[in-house]
């Protein structure tokens, strides 16, 4: 046995780098490239637009598929990856999609790719077991590895199968276990990439759809962004955030609506953090008696079916961040001066014109929005909607910066003259230090994650 099982390899050898590598290249093109671009076409193509979908049980589907273009493409591109894994032995050189070692590739007929891949998955398997004395009768199942490696490399088809067969049955034991073990792994791993996908939703990483026009020009309506979500830590009798996180001056922020008028969640513009004194001249904010800078751009307009929004577009500089704002004709007035108090920040809508935000709290007195509601921090938009609905995928994964999206326009001078702005950015955008005391939930420091 020893004799035999020495000089049977333990496993046919795989060919030279450059071979390998090719060989990876291929398999990359057929199960990534290929799947994502038919995928990514499918979407832009085939799916349905929003608008022009009819009523009925269907046609709520398909609405609900239009309005989830990411997870529709990763669908398809999983069932596109998975067929062409299934059939791949109908593919152009499909064979070196295959598992079988590549020095056997070129002697395999293409009809017979599926028994050699069986058979090199049997003879590896039954040859590992053999080596670690796991099976019995060992000399009988080394003689039959031994006829099996002869067999695949050099063939016919039916002495493969013969052979094949033979292993099976001297090896029925440990196959048997190989098996379980597989289904088990791959249990597992269904099990754990559900698992992910819900931690990875709930506590790292959420998709917000905006659904006014408060932060104009910076997201239009139908703009699904990435939400960065506030860690949370487990406890002995539930979930629960270790502490609060104070977001920087000039962060979107998505924060759960504490009782007034609007959605269930909003997504704001922080200005304001602990102990800032916040006024307003007009729609200009004011931080510690500092003038937040900005500079004029030019006129804008905004219009859709059910949005109307016009007036100035500036871009603001706050801190280590530029932003696009609007400035219409009149917006929510702040009574007198407003200081933010412990645990909250004072936000605001980037269309100063048009949005409920902390001006409008409080009865035009203002007020803070506790950081126990904040649920995270907007840092891309994941994708957007067309004016008539359709999925725009041309802004992918786009950062909330100071681009921006006019449909049907050109948009080149006011491209240009963003671009002066951000030339004559101030040298120091930062306001005053608040006076009075600040907040112990503040001692994170702006920014920082718990």
Avoid at 404 to 433: D, I, M
Wanted: glycine letters at 10%; hydrophobic letters at 45%; one cysteine or more.
């Amino acid at each position: 046995m020893d004799d035999v099982a020495r000089r049977e390899p333990s496993h046919f050898p795989e060919g030279t780098l450059a071979a390998r590598t090719i060989r990876s290249a291929f398999r990359g093109l057929w199960h990534g490239v290929i799947p994502a671009v038919l995928a990514l076409a499918f979407v832009r193509t085939l799916l349905p637009n929003p608008t022009e979908l009819e009523g009925g049980a269907l046609s709520r589907f398909t609405f609900r598929l239009a309005e989830h273009p990411i997870e529709v493409f990763a669908a398809i591109f999983v069932l596109l990856a998975a067929i062409v894994r299934t059939v791949h032995d109908w593919i152009p050189g499909g064979r070196y999609l295959s598992s079988l070692p590549l020095p056997l590739v070129p002697t395999v007929p293409e009809e017979d790719t599926a028994d050699y891949e069986t058979a090199v998955a049997v003879h590896r398997s039954v040859l590992r077991a053999l080596r670690r004395g796991e099976v019995a009768a060992p000399a009988d199942v080394a003689l039959a590895v031994g006829e099996l490696h002869d067999a695949i490399s050099s063939g016919p088809v039916a002495r493969v199968r013969v052979a094949t067969a033979k292993v099976r049955d001297l090896g029925r034991t440990v196959l048997a276990a190989r098996e379980r073990r597989e289904g088990v792994q791959v249990a597992v791993a269904i099990a754990g990439a559900a698992l992910a996908a819900l931690v990875l939703k709930s506590s790292v990483l959420s998709i917000y759809r905006v659904e006014g026009n408060s932060m104009l020009p910076t997201l239009r309506p139908g703009d699904h962004l990435a939400v960065r979500i506030i860690p949370r830590r487990f406890f002995p009798f539930g979930v629960g955030r270790s502490a609060k996180w104070v977001p920087k001056r000039g962060d979107v922020v998505l924060f759960a609506d504490a009782g007034d008028v609007g959605p269930a969640a909003r997504v704001k513009r922080v200005i304001g953090l602990p102990g800032d004194r916040i006024k307003m001249d007009g729609l200009f904010p004011i931080i510690n008696g500092w003038t937040v800078p900005s500079c004029n751009v030019g006129p804008y307009a905004y219009f859709t079916a059910g949005v109307r929004a016009y007036g100035r577009m500036r871009v603001e500089f706050l801190e280590d961040q530029a932003y696009l704002v609007l400035f219409g004709n009149t917006g929510p007035e702040l009574e007198g001066e407003y200081t933010v108090k412990p645990s909250e920040v004072f936000v605001i809508g980037d269309d100063r014109s048009d949005s409920l935000d902390s001006r409008s709290l409080n009865s035009g007195f203002g007020g803070g929005i506790d950081l126990g509601l904040l649920q995270g921090r907007a840092d891309r938009i994941v994708y957007g909607l067309r004016a008539d609905g359709s999925v725009d995928l041309d802004h992918l994964f786009r950062s909330l910066d100071t681009r921006f999206v006019l449909e049907g326009v050109s948009v080149s001078v006011l491209e240009e003259r963003v671009r002066g702005c951000l030339a004559k950015r101030p040298k120091h955008p930062y306001p005053p230090a608040p006076t009075g005391p600040i907040s112990p939930s503040a001692a994170l420091g702006p920014g920082e994650m718990p």
